[in-house]
């Protein structure tokens, strides 16, 4: 499933390369040349003005990285290099010293339908290990708001997220849970190794809830962004500065806490916990109607691709912000798109 780093100079490496090489077997890409060019004007930025005197012979590390599941070979700057060209363009919005803190830091989230989008965005932005968890798979369906295609339905979402992001880095360190958050491994996705945020956007009550009363024992804190029609609610709760939190920085009643734990009786009944989880008041109209529509005029919840965008953009934004150390405290925030214009 991982892409295949492939050193040349070792033996093994390079008898594999020349197979694939090898009457074509492989579509190779090598912009080697490019690369080094940009890494070049990267480490002295003053070539800019004076590219003649760029050095394109100078010597670099390089390596092939093999993507089975493209059948396609990539001609690379080693780790460190293509690292730091990767990044480059994030100066000086995100500083040397906040890079090196989200390359510390390890993400675990769980569920990649709203969690791809975040996912992806934190990968662009940094080197930061993520551990993933869904047991859905692609649907046509998902295509109004999942960045995919065609060749992409059936495929595990955490396995299709976890191959986007390789395709930006191949050296990115993420673990996947094909099997999404059970209860047989929910302690091991937060605790083997310990995470240090936990990114929830699942869909099952139960767990949506279990993960957070064990990531609020071990001092995780948690983020969820919830789509509100066009628009998105933040759900921040520091887990990791006050152990006395309630679920969803006191947002979540203690009502509906007992009845998701409790079990709903009926698909009517789950519909409308899903619903009453946020609370009706902070939902838009439009969106809050769906509900009682879905098993009727719908077949789902509606979601739209603005608000998984947006969605994403906003768990990247929040998830750097404390891993970097800004004051992000818990509670609500919302985001609106219908409120821009006005």
């Not at 100078?58 to 993507?67: A, D, E, H, N, S």
């Not at 994030?90 to 803190?101: R, V």
């Not at 990531?215 to 998105?232: D, S, W």
């Given at each position: 499933?991982k892409?295949?780093?492939?050193n040349?100079?070792?033996?093994?490496?390079?008898k594999?390369?020349?197979?694939?090489?090898?009457?074509k077997?492989a579509?190779?890409?090598?912009?080697i040349?490019?690369?080094?060019?940009?890494v070049?004007?990267v480490k002295?930025?003053k070539l800019l003005?004076?590219p003649?005197?760029?050095?394109?012979?100078?010597?670099?590390?390089?390596?092939?990285?093999?993507?089975?599941?493209?059948?396609?070979l990539?001609?690379?700057l080693?780790?460190?290099?293509?690292?730091?060209?990767?990044?480059?363009?994030?100066k000086?919005l995100?500083?040397d010293?906040?890079?090196?803190?989200m390359?510390?830091?390890?993400v675990?989230?769980?569920?990649?339908?709203?969690?791809?989008?975040?996912?992806?965005?934190?990968?662009?932005e940094?080197?930061?290990a993520m551990?993933?968890?869904?047991?859905d798979v692609?649907?046509?369906s998902?295509?109004?708001?999942f960045r995919?295609?065609?060749c992409?339905?059936?495929?595990?979402?955490?396995?299709l997220?976890a191959?986007?992001?390789?395709?930006?880095?191949p050296?990115a360190k993420?673990?996947v849970?094909?099997?999404?958050?059970?209860?047989?491994?929910i302690a091991?996705?937060?605790?083997?190794?310990k995470?240090?945020i936990?990114?929830?956007e699942?869909?099952h009550?139960?767990?949506?809830?279990?993960?957070?009363e064990?990531?609020r024992?071990?001092?995780?804190?948690v983020?969820?962004?919830?789509?509100?029609g066009?628009n998105?609610i933040i759900?921040?709760e520091?887990f990791?500065?006050?152990?006395?939190l309630?679920?969803?920085?006191?947002?979540?009643?203690?009502?509906?806490?007992?009845?998701?734990?409790n079990?709903?009786?009926s698909?009517r009944g789950?519909i409308?916990?899903s619903?009453?989880?946020?609370?009706?008041?902070?939902?838009?109209?439009?969106l809050?109607?769906?509900?009682?529509?879905?098993?009727?005029?719908?077949?789902g919840?509606?979601q739209?691709?603005?608000s998984?965008?947006l969605?994403?953009?906003a768990?990247?934004?929040?998830?750097?912000?404390?891993?970097?150390?800004?004051?992000?405290?818990?509670?609500?925030?919302?985001?609106c798109?219908d409120?821009?214009?006005?």
């Amino acid at each position: 499933m991982k892409p295949l780093i492939l050193n040349i100079e070792r033996t093994k490496d390079k008898k594999f390369f020349s197979v694939l090489v090898k009457n074509k077997k492989a579509r190779i890409v090598d912009e080697i040349g490019e690369q080094i060019k940009e890494v070049e004007l990267v480490k002295n930025p003053k070539l800019l003005f004076h590219p003649e005197k760029l050095n394109l012979n100078k010597k670099y590390g390089t390596v092939w990285i093999y993507y089975p599941w493209r059948n396609t070979l990539v001609h690379s700057l080693n780790e460190k290099d293509f690292r730091l060209l990767r990044t480059s363009r994030n100066k000086n919005l995100i500083t040397d010293s906040e890079q090196k803190k989200m390359e510390k830091f390890r993400v675990g989230i769980a569920g990649l339908n709203v969690g791809n989008p975040g996912a992806v965005c934190l990968a662009l932005e940094g080197n930061i290990a993520m551990k993933m968890a869904d047991n859905d798979v692609l649907s046509v369906s998902n295509l109004n708001r999942f960045r995919a295609g065609m060749c992409d339905i059936g495929l595990n979402k955490a396995v299709l997220t976890a191959r986007q992001i390789w395709e930006i880095n191949p050296f990115a360190k993420l673990e996947v849970f094909e099997s999404g958050i059970t209860k047989e491994n929910i302690a091991e996705f937060l605790l083997k190794p310990k995470i240090d945020i936990l990114v929830e956007e699942m869909d099952h009550l139960g767990f949506k809830v279990a993960i957070r009363e064990l990531a609020r024992k071990n001092g995780i804190p948690v983020v969820m962004v919830t789509g509100n029609g066009e628009n998105v609610i933040i759900d921040v709760e520091r887990f990791d500065l006050n152990p006395r939190l309630p679920l969803l920085a006191g947002y979540l009643r203690k009502d509906i806490i007992e009845a998701i734990k409790n079990g709903p009786t009926s698909l009517r009944g789950k519909i409308e916990l899903s619903r009453d989880f946020m609370g009706v008041k902070y939902l838009r109209p439009r969106l809050v109607s769906s509900f009682s529509l879905v098993g009727t005029k719908l077949a789902g919840i509606p979601q739209i691709a603005e608000s998984s965008f947006l969605r994403g953009a906003a768990i990247s934004y929040v998830v750097r912000q404390i891993a970097v150390g800004a004051k992000v405290p818990s509670g609500r925030y919302y985001l609106c798109l219908d409120d821009a214009l006005r």
